[in-house]
């Protein structure tokens, strides 16, 4: 029995294919419904009494453990809550004060620059004179000397959908002693992780690209469960308190990784997500990773076939690859613009990669053959070369 | 032309008197349609075009706009995001560094838990001999010696609404030097503030209490405008960098205040709060603080007349109290679950307060009078003495 795509799952626009998914995934169709109940049967009705009755306290947790088996980690592991800026900073000021005697912060310069970011204000406000390497991805395993106190890496890339080695990369981190971070932002979802074999301290990621949990919808945060109770969180808000109800005046760390809950969660958009997340129910990351290298590879095929003028920018080696593929060409903005009003929603990436996420539940064969047929159509017939497109203000 | 109460704004469950949106806000009547817009038309129909063609990216400072002017702030001096201890978090961090020298941080043992462990955490990480002092509410002003390097204090005590002396503070505060932030959680809808007329240079609060935002609904954070763009930001997401996608290696603070956002923001909560937010056009805090005073004074006068056991815990003088009114009751857990169940909502507050909050714009005299009846019954009967509510557990 075929289990994927799922498109009945979801609430996709009539004349779309929506490879964007990776960026932030399409609506699931029970979502609405059951955030429609969540506003009027629990915070309408219950009103406060919905932290007890509609068990928003737990949510956290609860939402946690539907992510910890889609990145291969234990039940009790995974929490979520805030954005994945404030998830990296906890991981990693944590991981900092696990190695107090070394001042390197390993990272590359193909990062999310938000990691990097907030890597930058945390050894700042340090003031220890701790020091941020950032060489590129293909230099990183070379670079993990018994200097380094954390590495800290997104494991496939933002713009190419490259793939870091995730096991040699952990395991180089551990032979010399470093404490390892993956942010996980373009792989929940789209390829397999299993957390427990690869050993890693942390791993953070967003759950609005691949898990579809909604504009905004919250990050998540795993931390090894045999480190998880001498873990000091630098963030210490009172959802990560042992007891937050006691209102005690001094913090006390609450059990594993709950201690990295930090303030009220957000009810709403974690609501939206808990339901997003049952798209996956009886799906393995194996079958989905099998359907998204075919999807990807056909892709590839058909493009360079009919494009000439497109350079993948992207690994050929499906198995060094995410579940995306970007093109480069000078006028890639433009090009993605008019895509879009063809209904091929893909994104740009400065300076000049046109993205597109291959996301096996809603996506099939027959889009991806379109969608190459329409990206033929810009490009042959020029239709990038339209003083519109290239006008369009650039958010994001 | 009476424009207060507002009930017809809101959507309030039948047979309860709600005594608890100094906690969690009830639901304005227009939330739902507007969240199911937002939902189906903007994350189902535009996709990622949302952060465009919804300005879902601009949000943040949009609603920020609207909290100003409650708080008295200026257009372009608050934005949205996060939960209040991360704002507490980052208004700290910044303070601190403003006044490198001095290493004290005073608060007070009445504070809300979570600025404090906040705090804790915070200083914890700096390392550098930082010193948390909490003396008691009324010995804060005192305690403001040139020593301090920050005065961080919620305005209006989660217990009791005691108030801090709003301007004497903050005036002694900037005569040693030190730098005033100002927490207001119970404040912002509840009580008029000038926080032009103040001139701290940080306030945050919470949009889910008086400003029925909705469960996890996104914090607030004011700057004052003289200093804001020179503010270094501890937690430098991109979404506060001047250019978040131009996707640069390097951190560059925003414009002012937007200088504090942090990562993607929760559209879906915020769209929520941006709504509920309109329950307040065309009124002033001048008016809702003269209603909410009435309802306090009438509440404790008829409280008091009815039940003897019960001891009033907050400032009698209503200049020196925010717009709750909590009794003191050896059972007042269970007092307030037969309350609740009576159809009275208030909450319980370690060790021994009965909580009770006045919203006038969905409260009026005739609920006040009934809640103080009700109140009356389960005193006088012994309603509360009922194990089934002194064993009910204590999430909230």
Chains 1, 2 share one sequence.
Not at 309 to 320: F, H, V
């Amino acid at each position: 029995m075929a289990s994927l795509p799922r498109k009945h799952l979801f609430d996709l626009p009539e004349g779309v294919i929506y490879l964007d998914g990776n960026s932030l995934g399409p609506l699931p169709r029970g979502v609405a419904e059951r955030l429609e109940r969540c506003v009027h049967k629990e915070w309408g009705e219950m009103l406060i009494r919905g932290w007890n009755d509609a068990q928003w306290m737990d949510q956290p947790a609860r939402v946690g453990n539907k992510i910890a088996r889609l990145i291969g980690a234990p039940e009790g592991a995974v929490v979520i809550g805030d954005t994945l800026s404030i998830k990296v900073y906890q991981a990693l000021a944590s991981a900092l004060e696990m190695r107090p005697d070394r001042k390197v912060v390993l990272s590359d310069n193909g990062n999310f620059p938000t990691d990097l970011y907030m890597a930058e204000g945390l050894l700042r406000s340090l003031g220890r004179g701790h020091e941020l390497r950032t060489p590129p991805p293909e230099e990183v395993a070379d670079a993990i000397t018994e200097e380094v106190a954390v590495v800290m890496l997104t494991q496939v890339d933002y713009r190419t959908g490259r793939m870091h080695d995730f096991t040699a990369i952990t395991q180089k981190a551990h032979a010399v002693g470093a404490v390892m971070i993956w942010d996980l932002a373009h792989s929940a979802g789209a390829v397999p992780v299993d957390m427990v074999a690869n050993n890693a301290e942390f791993a953070v990621g967003c759950t609005y690209k691949y898990l579809n949990g909604g504009p905004g919808a919250p990050a998540f945060i795993y931390v090894r469960p045999d480190i998880a109770e001498t873990v000091r969180p630098a963030l210490s808000g009172w959802l990560g308190h042992e007891a937050p109800f006691a209102f005690d005046l001094g913090y006390r760390p609450g059990r594993a990784v709950e201690r990295m809950r930090v303030g009220t969660p957000p009810v709403l958009q974690a609501t939206a997500l808990e339901e997003a997340l049952s798209v996956w129910d009886g799906l393995t990351m194996a079958e989905v990773r099998a359907r998204s290298i075919e999807l990807s590879e056909r892709f590839i095929r058909e493009v360079e076939t009919r494009c000439p003028d497109l350079t993948l920018l992207s690994p050929r080696d499906p198995m060094a690859r995410g579940s995306q593929v970007s093109f480069g060409f000078s006028e890639s903005y433009a090009a993605i613009q008019a895509l879009i009003e063809r209904g091929v929603i893909g994104d740009f990436r400065a300076p000049d990669a046109m993205r597109f996420g291959f996301t096996p539940l809603y996506i099939d064969e027959g889009d991806v053959v379109r969608a190459a047929e329409i990206i033929e159509d810009v490009m042959t017939n020029r239709l990038w070369d339209d003083p519109a497109y290239k006008a369009r203000s650039r958010v994001t």
